[in-house]
DNA sequence: GCCAACGTTGGC
DNA sequence: GCCAACGTTGGC
């Protein structure tokens, strides 16, 4: 899942260890759906940060709830309102998050790219803007374990 | 700040 | 249903 660590980044989900986070604004269909649709209530995350030096996995996060209706869809002070959301019918929807586990450092997207295990990874392919992709567990731990050990 | 890539919108 | 225009993402 990636996060500009400007809006919410991993430190500040590990400030709040234990507390379940919205993953809220998502308003892209697809990661709508893997949100909804294939995360489970356990299911490790890498919590990736975008647009900031450099980019890369920061930790590891993980799914604290079942998906519902995301809240700032319908709250017009929000820079997420969607006016074409329908309480009765949600357009949105959204996980919780609450923080895993910490890596001793960032694997950053150069390294990622450099990583055999990683050639076909969905966050690596050319053009991709989801903000949510699905990881293998191959993937998963290949970055994992690289974050487990000093630079 | 630039710009390629991509998703969405809306006229037709 | 097509597609041009537009807005956004995100690496660099």
């Known amino acids: 899942m990636k996060s ?6 991993f430190a500040d989900l590990k400030a709040r260890p234990g507390q379940k986070e919205p993953w809220d604004g998502v308003r892209n269909y697809q990661a709508r759906n893997y949100m909804r649709d294939d995360m489970k209530v356990g299911d490790r995350i890498l919590f990736y940060h975008s647009n900031t030096n450099p980019p890369g996995v920061a930790g590891v996060a ?3 709830s079942a998906p519902y209706a995301d809240p700032t869809a ?17 357009r949105w929807m959204l996980v919780e ?12 997207l150069e390294e990622m790219k450099a990583m ?4 076909d990874m969905r966050v690596l392919q050319r053009g991709n ?11 998963f731990e290949a970055i994992r374990k690289a974050g487990k050990v000093s630079a």
């Not at 500009?4 to 980044?9: K, L, M």
């Not at 017009?76 to 309480?87: A, H, M, N, V």
């Open 4 to 9: 500009e660590p400007d809006v919410f980044s």
């Open 62 to 64: 993980e799914v604290a």
């Open 74 to 90: 319908f709250d017009q002070k929000s820079k997420y309102y969607d006016p074409k959301s329908d309480p009765e019918n949600p």
């Open 97 to 108: 998050v609450k923080y895993k586990e910490d890596l001793k450092r960032l694997v950053s």
């Open 116 to 119: 055999p295990e990683l050639s």
């Open 129 to 139: 803007r989801l903000s949510i992709t699905p990881v293998t567990k191959l993937e």
